[in-house]
């Protein structure tokens, strides 16, 4: 079974992947950032939700949201946090590589690195190339992850991490050349520990402008952050946007 398959790792380790400080934070991105600034009512897709951390925030603010995630464990937690919150979301369990609703959406999102968890390269140009048909004409995909670049600047620091749910010991480990990454994850609650392993692709900025250019994408632009920034020396995230004809 391949990690991002495992309900038993996202109801496991929930509390540091979407903490309560991570979901404030992701309000703040939406009310703020010029990157998330769409028309009034617009049609917008967030594939691998999560516990609907971004679409609360997306829908109240008058977007038609959906969202689409594998997990069954993160779908539940989105309806019940978008009950809570009193706003109507459309939820669908589906896997990234095959959802497509053609011109379906004005904007797709894809946040929090959740961009190149297949082995297979062509497996996340599908993903690309899927989004790019699920968007109108004119419509934008946005990517948010952590790039090659600054990565390098911190990786393989062990980290630990307080969370609700007890302490996370967290180690990166770069495979292959600098082209994929492994991060371990122990989750320390009392006198239980439970541990869990993730790989992803990595990707430098001027690779995923290539894959984006190569799924179709016109207008292919790198930022730095949310607030819009380069992507320089300076930057804190790889966010990538491209346009569909």
């Known amino acids: 079974m391949a990690w991002y ?10 509390g540091v992947m979407f903490s309560q ?7 703040e991105l939406v009310a703020k950032s010029p990157l998330l600034a769409f ?4 049609r917008v897709l967030d594939l691998c939700c999560g516990p609907a951390i971004h679409l609360v925030p997306l829908a109240q603010r008058g977007d038609r ?3 689409v995630d594998l997990s069954e464990v ?5 309806r019940e946090a978008c009950d809570e919150a009193g706003v109507e979301v459309r939820l669908v369990r589906a896997d990234m590589r095959e959802f497509t609703e053609e011109r379906g959406f004005d904007v797709v999102l894809n946040l929090y690195t959740s961009f190149g968890y297949f082995d297979d390269p062509a497996d996340n140009l599908r993903v690309l190339r899927n989004a790019r048909a699920s968007l109108d004409r004119g419509g934008s995909l946005l990517v948010d992850v952590l ?8 990786v393989g620091r062990p980290q630990a991490i307080d969370t609700e749910d007890g ?8 495979l ?12 320390v609650a009392g006198d239980t520990a439970r541990h869990a392993t993730i790989t992803s692709f990595l990707y430098s900025a001027a690779e995923l402008r290539a894959l984006f250019e190569q799924a179709g994408f016109t207008g292919v632009e790198c930022f730095g952050d949310f607030d819009g920034r380069p992507y320089d020396n300076h930057a804190r995230r790889l966010i990538v946007r491209g346009r569909a004809n």
Not at 21 to 27: G, I, K, L, T
Not at 177 to 184: A, E, N, Y
């Open 147 to 154: 790039g090659k670049e600054v990565l390098a600047s911190w």
């Open 39 to 42: 028309p009034a009512g617009s």
């Open 5 to 14: 398959d495992d309900d038993d790792l996202w109801a496991g380790f929930a």
């Open 21 to 27: 400080r991570r979901a404030a934070e992701a309000a």
């Open 74 to 78: 993160m779908l539940a937690r989105a």
């Open 167 to 174: 302490t996370v010991f967290m180690r990166d480990t770069i």
């Open 65 to 67: 949201v959906t969202g």
């Open 176 to 187: 292959d050349d600098w082209t994929r990454l492994r991060t371990d994850w122990t989750l």
